[in-house]
């Protein structure tokens, strides 16, 4: 048989050129790649930590993660990028966060019991009584007339009383003052804000929570005030900037996904084109909403029914490539704050300055409970004393046995004192939790001393007697409950020091690997999200925090101190210049 020369030279040519034309296909497409080495990679998988040579990134998404040398043989092309010792952790997350009370708390002035980092500098700790109102005058004095201002951060236990006399005092009739309570669930307003809000004492004559003479609003006032003011609360310019510094923060931090359980506060049109704006310049972040249960019962005119149904066009009306709603969850709320010693405890408060606060009726709580659940939400809600976490338990025992479901996730949030008894019935039930840890470091030293007493306050937040019963736990500060920073909440959980140094419930303390799960994949699954961010596993968002020291080898004391080099979001680094 004659072989046709020619043929065989326009076969192979034509071999020739594909397989060119596709290594440099697989070229072009590995330059988009990036491979990390050179550092301690900790994939946050598994029960203890593990460590990798390398991961590559490519299109935002994590490809590989293992040996560098493997890496380099299956993305030759990829983009180099030598961590020079540092280590890389998965992007952290912040599952409750404020939105909305960042944007007020932060440009505004803060007088507060202890120490607070803002973008713009330090707001010093203020301890006493005589402090908080040399401050307190100097800030009024440094206000504008006939334009609100607000000061956040009183608290009774270090700051003394505070009544609507006191600020007419200092603010005269032409200075519009409201003094918002460390808690955020309170507030104290003078004559001239009552007057430029337009509200009157019937405004509020059914609502026990409301001391008009006093000017003091809290726990469910505070909720049905918070509407009425919304124009004012959510002042353009000043709310603007308050979530750019949010964002400073999110990277300051290395927090590359956030979730705000409760949207909105006030005004859902006015917070959430607020939010979209600062969305829109793409900052290194994603930010997930929950639908606020309770105040969209009240904007849809008392009604379950017609604010579940709002719920469900909510993520195909609103959903950007960073703003998301989270499908088919809601979130609740039980008792009253901690800062407030207004959560509900089963033994009385030392004395009769504090008793516990509902912040919804029980009657429609458990209406509330019983609806979304025979929904199938996932439900979130906010619960801190030990009598306040025990009614959410015995209500949900009971719409368990009603109506069981499987792989529910009901979560409870805050959780500022529950004992093992309770870990136990949680546990049964298979709710889940996710923590503030920094109650202790707060408020154990003061409220050994007042309202709860040291068998109580010494003990905060047992995280351990959920964890070692294999309790999914994540932590989150409530900005601004806590500061927004990802590693005080894990070392305040591994040291369970406080503000005055004392160590205390040291049986409670958690492992590290336990702690800094509780910033990155459990904090996912509070949010239903483990399966696309919170580790390093192949298929997972490329969201990653660089840190200058590994957390896992350092002093556990410094483990709060150590600094963020920058994040990886979606594939792209963004370097933390503070």
């Known amino acids: 048989m004659r072989i046709n020369t020619k043929y065989v030279m326009l076969i192979l040519l034509a071999l020739f050129q594909f397989s060119a034309t596709a290594k440099e296909n697989k070229q072009l497409t590995q330059h988009n790649a990036s491979l990390y080495y050179g550092g301690k990679i900790i994939t946050m998988e598994g029960d ?13 998404k994590i490809v590989y993660a293992g040996s560098k040398q493997k890496a380099e043989n299956a993305y030759s092309h990829a983009r180099m990028v030598n961590l020079t010792g540092k280590t890389l952790l998965p992007g952290f997350i912040e599952p409750h966060l404020h939105p909305s009370i960042a944007a007020l708390m932060l440009p505004n002035d803060t007088i507060a019991p202890h120490q607070w980092k803002k973008p713009n500098g330090i707001s010093k700790a203020t301890k006493t009584p005589e402090a908080f109102q040399q401050q307190l005058k100097q800030s009024i004095a440094n206000a504008p007339e006939n334009k609100m201002h607000f000061i956040w951060g009183y608290h009774q236990l270090w700051h003394g009383e505070l009544s609507r006399e006191l600020l007419n005092k200092y603010a005269g009739e032409n200075k519009p003052v409201g003094i918002i309570h460390r808690s955020f669930h309170e507030i104290y307003l003078n004559d001239a804000a009552i007057k430029l809000f337009n509200i009157a004492e019937n405004d509020f004559a059914n609502n026990p929570q409301v001391n008009w003479q006093k000017g003091h609003f809290y726990e469910g006032g505070w909720l049905a005030l918070v509407p009425k003011i919304g124009s004012v609360l959510l002042d353009p310019v000043n709310y603007q900037k308050g979530l750019s510094m949010m964002t400073e923060l999110m990277l300051q931090n290395g927090i590359t996904t956030i979730a705000e359980p409760g949207f909105p506060s006030a005004d859902f049109k006015m917070e959430y084109a607020f939010l979209k704006n600062e969305m829109d310049k793409q900052p290194p972040y994603d930010i997930y909403l929950i639908p606020n249960g309770t105040q969209l019962y009240g904007m849809a005119g008392n009604s379950n029914e017609k604010a579940e149904k709002q719920m469900q066009g909510l993520a195909e009306a609103y959903d950007t490539d960073n703003i998301f709603f989270l499908p088919q969850q809601v979130k609740l709320f039980a008792d009253g704050a901690i800062y407030s010693l207004a959560m509900q405890m089963n033994e009385p408060y030392l004395g009769n300055e504090f008793h516990g606060e509902w912040m919804t009726p029980l009657q429609l709580f458990q209406q509330q409970l019983s609806f979304y659940w025979n929904k199938g939400y996932k439900i979130h809600v906010h619960a801190n004393g030990d009598k306040g976490i025990q009614q ?89 409950m806590a500061p927004a920073e990802p590693l005080t909440l894990a070392w305040t959980a591994i040291n369970r020091v406080t503000s005055e140094n004392s160590a205390f419930s040291q049986d409670q303390r958690l492992d590290i690997y336990t702690a800094m799960k509780g910033i990155t994949i459990d904090a996912a699954r509070t949010l239903n999200l483990e399966d696309k961010i919170g580790s390093i596993k192949v298929g997972k968002v490329a969201n990653f925090t660089i840190l200058k020291e590994n957390p896992f080898t350092v002093d556990p004391m410094k483990i709060k101190d150590i600094p963020v080099a920058a994040v990886v979001y979606k594939g792209k680094w963004v370097q933390n210049k503070h």
């Open 48 to 60: 203890s930590p593990m460590y990798v040579d390398a991961v590559v990134e490519q299109a935002g």
């Open 392 to 480: 959410v338990v015995d209500f949900n025992k009971a719409d368990q046995k009603a109506h069981p479901r499987e792989n529910h996730r009901f979560t409870l949030h805050h959780m500022g004192y529950f004992d093992a008894k309770i870990a136990e019935q949680i546990n049964s039930l298979n709710i889940e939790a996710s923590v503030n840890p920094f109650y202790l470091w707060a408020l154990a030293d003061k409220y050994s001393e007042n309202g709860l007493g040291p068998q109580r306050a010494e003990n905060l937040v047992r995280v351990k007697e959920l964890t070692k019963r294999n309790i999914p736990v994540s932590f989150h500060s409530d900005f601004a």
